[in-house]
């Protein structure tokens, strides 16, 4: 399998990094950006990409985009994460965009595709306080009534809700034997009547929230691909969203490592840089190593997804989530390590690096499910 990247994808990278270093390239644009670090979105830089022509990468050119592929994005996400620019609403809004892409009618991909090619953000909700890695058990449901769906239930951890157009709401229509049957999708404006917003503050700042559904109603036409079957269509949408989620991170990581390295070759003790010094240099041989081997692996899982987009990748996409994400964290880490109480100050980035790292682990699937995921395909 060739990984070189073409000479298109290459210029891609080149402007990613030239409009991220004159926009958002210093610490004092980022923290106007993100309002002293307190909001992970900021709309203005967001449509400036979509004027680009960027966040349209996978959506097909009938709605807007440009209809290029996984290993396209994925390049988008590592290098704009890479650079620390505040687009924080793109991850949750390409997972839906894959779902519409592959359910959707064609109104509603006119609409939300279309809408997501010029700006728009996106979220879906799924996590309820008693269903969290055991997803089909949740318990917010939606009664069909004459002219549509009441919806009532709770969902938590709704990441970009309170900045997106719409919610795609995972719910209940039918209670079957299977908790894994009765599923569906149902999409709700933000502003619809019945639906409150309750952000979560957390360590990263304003990112997700908690959804309260009292008797709202949404027609017939919400419902994003056939009754029923979510579970089939959550399914089909895991490979992609784990692949996301490991790009994302795979650039934070490469952030980590990148202050890391700068800091060492700068500092001094001992009369010399604290790079020169064996110990440390043997750590960031390793830590390049594995950014090397997840990268690889991102654009492995990537160029599969793009051979057969259809497919299931259980194995592949769970071992991608895994191990980029692992490898994140360890990475920020040892940076803060390396970089000593600086590491620890908000002065710098690596504190805050530490934390996005932290959650990557929990949320799209924790690790643990991951390892189990894995071991099944083993056949254990």
């Known amino acids: 399998m060739d990984f070189a990247l073409t000479d298109e ?78 687009i924080g609403g793109y991850a949750t809004t390409l997972i839906v965009a894959g779902a519409t892409n592959r359910f959707g009618t064609e ?21 309820e306080p008693e269903a969290g890695s055991d997803v089909g058990s949740l318990s917010t449901f939606a009664e069909s009534v004459e002219d549509g769906y009441v919806l009532n239930g709770q969902k938590v951890f709704c990441s970009n809700a309170h900045i997106a157009d719409h919610i795609l709401v995972v719910c209940r229509t039918t209670k079957g034997e299977s908790k894994h049957e009765g599923l569906s999708m149902i999409w709700l404006p933000r502003e619809t009547e019945g639906l409150e917003i309750v952000p979560i503050k957390t360590m990263g700042g304003t990112e997700t929230n ?42 934070i990581g490469q952030r980590a490592f990148d202050d890391a390295l700068a800091y060492v070759k700068e500092r001094k ?9 064996q110990a440390l240099q043997h750590r960031l041989a390793d830590m390049a190593t594995e950014l090397e081997s997840a990268r690889l692996m991102t654009r492995w899982v990537a160029a599969l997804t793009d051979e057969a987009p259809g497919r299931m990748l259980p194995r592949e996409a769970s071992m991608v989530k895994l191990h980029v994400t692992e490898v994140a964290k360890r990475i920020a880490v040892e940076g803060m390590q390396l970089m000593g109480g600086y590491g620890y100050s908000s002065e710098y980035d690596m504190e805050r690096l530490v934390r996005a790292t932290m959650v990557s682990t929990i949320y799209g699937g924790t690790s643990e499910i991951q390892r189990t995921i894995i071991a099944k395909t083993l056949g254990l």
């Open 9 to 86: 994808q290459e210029d891609f990278i080149d402007a990613i990094q030239r409009y991220c270093d004159h926009e958002c390239g210093t610490p004092d644009q980022r923290e106007r950006l993100t309002e002293g670090y307190t909001e992970h979105h900021n709309f203005t830089i967001y449509k400036e990409m979509a004027e680009l022509g960027w966040l349209g990468l996978t959506i097909p050119e009938e709605y807007g985009g440009s209809g290029g592929t996984m290993l396209d994005a994925c390049i988008f996400m590592e290098e704009t994460s890479r650079a620390l620019a505040p």
């Open 107 to 127: 109104e509603q991909k006119h609409e939300i595709l279309g809408g997501i090619a010029g700006g728009a953000v996106e979220a879906i909700a799924m996590t």
């Open 210 to 251: 908690t959804l309260y559904l009292s008797d709202v109603e949404a027609p017939e036409d919400a419902l994003l691909g056939e009754v029923d079957q979510a579970w089939t269509q959550l399914m089909a949408g895991l490979n992609v969203e784990r692949l996301i989620l490991a790009a994302t991170m795979l650039g």
């Open 269 to 277: 003790q001992f009369g010399r840089p604290i790079g020169s010094f």
